[in-house]
């Protein structure tokens, strides 16, 4: 583990970096993107402070509303997770493995490195630029693609990314899991093209060539823990919510490829059945509206069943002329939720179906 | 001077960009929609808009109108491939003359949220539109490019199959408000012919 990284210079350009940097957390901290429950940060930040150790007080991690897999670290100590990072992950390790990885980024000066590779070419003015024009949390999406570290940085980290995960206790064998997850959500696309898939891939080697190298590191250290319960505990408040922003990204091929895997996984979950069935009936050709139907039922069994639920199915219900389901479950619905902003237009179909 | 104004940076960012006035009275729009205006509007022409004409009272990205007519089964109701520049897959949200109302604002939440944008549904609701039994929305959006927050209204309606809808957004703080007034009248004066 290297030394803690010391500030530079403002007058050297790794400093102009920093300060730049710090601008950026400075939106950051203040955007309305930026996931502000106290218990949630510390959690995350937790893990990372088991993994950073004595580089922990110069690590800043946010959550940020997004459903997207991504996470990445800017050269400061600033370092953004997704939430559609946390959605994706089945467990601590996993997100250690990605969160390890971003701190290899930092210790090893990735970004310093890429920005002396960027200014050395015709494209510097560009990169400064385009720092201009977005807001904090667009910015930095700019910048993940901005900073896309070579083959060898990528695997550098990786390598430190699996130092720190087993130093901390966890089960190394995670990491490559985290991205064969991802390739199958992503091999679900139409029209599957492997490294223009999404803002992570567009920086970094195929999952498909991660996964086998994080494999091989974890073969060389074998066991450690992956604290499936805690991460579940700790998600659980929020699960409801990612799931939702799931459904309506309108990549209904790959939400399904991803919701039938936690499916799988946590067969127990009701809401994992309710946001497919919500994926199904939103995409709406073919026997979708079957499964769907299927889905909501099956989250219905499984108990603890989303209020949305009862909607879904009362709207299924209604587009079949099965008027005595569609009331029995908009009347659920509306007992489940009467806030609901749509509950007046909820009421109307009950008017119109009768008593 | 403000479509001036608005007419220079367009032009500034997108050398094909134009801004025409929209005069008061009954306008049409498309084949089978028409709205009648208490006072002008100016519309963007640009390649990458549409299927929707967009108008603007404060200028672009302040304040946009959204007037969709006859957006026809399975036609996607955005035009431009927002995303692939970035990595990301291009999102295509179209319409099906099945859809119900919860469906259709979700479809316009899905086309409002593809850049990273976050939408919080406010209400939903059944309201005349277009001389039938249509539906109306509020919501809130934070812009993701600059963190703005927007307050939205939207109307719709589907007529023998194809889609109808009015969406209005502006800055919550004095824009919404100061042309709120406006757009729920052009939004009652909705007609749609053969409804």
Known sequence: ?355 | MKIIVVVALLLALAGCVSVTKVDSGDRPVGDRLTVNLDGPWNQINAPNLGPAQTWTMEGLPVDQLLLYSGIKNEQAIHAERVGAASGATPKVFAFRSTMQPDEIVTLFEGMLTRDGSRFELVKLEPAPFGGGKGFRFDYTLTRKIDNVQLTGLGYGIVSKGELFAILYQAPKLAFFARQSARVEQLCRSARVKNI
């Open chain 1, 1 to 355: 583990m290297p030394a803690r990284l010391t500030r530079p210079e403002l007058s050297t350009d790794e400093g102009g970096l920093w300060s730049l940097m710090d601008r950026q957390e400075t939106q950051l901290r203040r955007s309305p993107f930026a996931v502000r429950d106290p218990q949630l940060n510390e959690y995350v930040q937790g893990i990372t402070c088991r993994l950073a150790r004595e580089h922990c007080a110069d690590i800043r991690v946010y959550v940020v509303h997004t459903p997207l897999f991504n996470a990445n670290m800017a050269p400061n100590g600033m370092m953004q997770v997704w939430t559609g990072l946390m959605l994706r992950v089945e467990n601590e390790a996993q997100l250690a493995a990605v969160l390890g990885h971003e701190i290899g980024h930092y210790l090893a000066r990735h970004s310093v490195e890429r920005m002396r590779d960027v200014k050395s070419r015709a494209a510097f003015g560009q990169f400064m630029g385009l720092f201009g024009v977005a807001g904090a949390v667009g910015q930095l999406a700019v910048i993940a693609s901005l900073f896309a570290y070579s083959r060898d940085q990528e695997r550098e980290a990786d390598a430190i990314g699996a130092t720190l995960m087993q130093q901390a206790g966890y089960d190394t064998a995670e990491a490559s899991k985290v991205w064969g997850n991802l390739l199958l959500e992503i091999q679900a696309r139409p029209g599957y093209d492997e490294g223009r898939s999404s803002p992570m891939f567009a920086t970094h080697p195929s999952p498909t060539e991660r996964q086998e190298t994080l494999k091989l590191l974890a073969e060389l250290n074998p066991g450690g823990r992956t604290d499936e319960q805690t991460w579940q505990a700790k998600t659980a408040p929020f699960m409801l919510n990612w799931l939702k922003d799931e459904t309506k990204r309108g990549q209904h091929e790959e939400s399904v490829a991803l919701l039938t895997r936690m499916i799988g996984h946590a067969p127990e979950r009701a809401e994992f059945r309710f946001a497919r069935g919500e994926v199904y009936r939103l995409r709406g050709s073919g026997s979708d509206a079957d499964a769907a139907l299927a889905d909501y039922q099956s989250a219905v069994k499984a108990g603890n069943a989303p209020a949305e639920t009862y909607r879904g199915l009362g709207i299924v219900y209604r587009q079949r002329s099965d008027a005595a389901a569609a009331r029995e479950n908009f009347q659920r619905y509306l007992e489940a939720a009467p806030q609901a902003p749509d509950s007046a237009m909820i009421k109307s179909y009950l008017e119109e179906l009768g008593p």
